[in-house]
């Protein structure tokens, strides 16, 4: 019976030991609900913009591309860019926040090696996605942008898991499922949109802090 | 029937040997002062407890620089994975049969 104890505390060690070596564990739920938030809010402010502009939304026919240099340049001087800029770094700065006092609070470093290797798995996807949104907004094919969003952000939290709390792969499934569905609503990208980035990560981030933080 | 704590590897007695081991598993490598992080131990514990598993053959030592400081890292050799494995598996059948 001791020896039965004392063999199972040492597979437990072990296992919290290539945890915590290998994942980033500092991420709060409470990220999740503060990116969230600020996904609603850079919904609802950009509503009237995206909304009303429904007919050069959905496009039914992708148009020929006329490549001029300054199509990048005028994308960068809309309304919407500048909210949807907004809203990223709210949520990153939010984000970045609760998860530097978790990481305080357990006493382990925020920037490791585990940081290092989640960050650069997380970025993989979405440079390449972001890549490809640009190139899907130059051809004005905007009915895709929210779609790709989910699409690319859900392949890159299901690519993270690997290297955080294994639950995000989750809300990755989640993420990608919407982004698809999506596909056959072009033109409510905007209700999607915030469904996943707002609805979903306040869900995910309330169930994490619950599960790892209430106490 | 063989006696399954014959398996469990001497070697990994220690808890902290046992720690260094889990991560180098599953790390690639790992550095001094991670694993020193990790297992909230003093330097001179963990260098003493690197020296035993590096003289057993189950670590293997790198020396290196990251500018001008020093920058050791470990890693598991082929030795230590078996014997780590072998250890797991002493500690599954010891669970399993005492049930």
């Known amino acids: 019976m001791g020896e039965e104890q004392q063999s199972l505390r040492e597979l437990q060690h072990i296992k919290r030991i290539m945890e915590e070596s290998s994942r980033f564990i500092s991420l709060s739920g409470l990220s999740g609900i503060a990116a969230g938030v600020s996904a609603l809010l850079g919904a609802w402010i950009s509503f009237d913009y995206v909304t009303g502009r429904k007919d050069y939304i959905i496009n039914k026919e992708l148009p020929v591309p006329h490549v001029s240099p300054n ?3 005028i994308i960068f001087n809309t309304w919407i860019f500048w909210i949807a800029a907004g809203t990223f770094f709210a949520a990153l700065i939010s984000a970045f926040i609760f998860t530097w006092i978790k990481s305080k609070r357990q006493g382990t470093p925020i920037w490791g090696n585990t940081a290092k290797r989640l960050l650069i798995n997380v970025s993989i996807p979405l440079v390449a996605g972001g890549i490809f949104l640009l190139r899907l907004i130059h051809f004005k094919t905007f009915g895709l942008v929210a779609p790709g969003c989910l699409i690319f952000y859900g392949l890159a939290l299901v690519n993270a898991s690997k290297y955080t709390l294994a639950e ?3 809300l990755g499934y989640l993420q990608i499922l919407l982004g698809i569905i999506n596909l056959q609503f072009v033109g409510l990208g905007i209700y999607f949109w915030a469904a996943g980035f707002g609805v979903l990560h306040i869900v995910y981030g309330a169930y994490m802090w619950w599960k790892y933080e209430k106490s | 029937m063989s006696n399954p704590i014959e398996n469990l590897n001497k070697i990994f007695d220690s808890r902290v ?3 260094i081991m889990s991560a ?8 001094f002062n991670d694993l020193k992080e990790l297992l909230v131990i003093t330097d001179g514990n963990l260098a003493s407890h690197l ?3 590096e003289e057993n053959g189950a670590i293997k030592v790198q ?4 500018g001008r400081k020093t920058n050791t890292t470990y890693a598991v ?12 598996d002493a500690l599954e059948k010891m669970i399993r049969g005492t049930k």
């Open chain 2, 77 to 88: 050799t082929r030795t230590g994975e078996k014997a780590f494995k072998g250890h797991l």
């Open chain 2, 17 to 19: 040997r046992l720690g």
């Open chain 2, 63 to 66: 020396k290196g620089f990251i």
């Open chain 2, 51 to 53: 020296k035993a598993l």
């Open chain 1, 71 to 73: 199509e990048y340049s």
């Open chain 1, 168 to 170: 995000v792969r989750y």
């Open chain 2, 24 to 31: 180098l598993m599953v790390n690639e490598s790992v550095n």
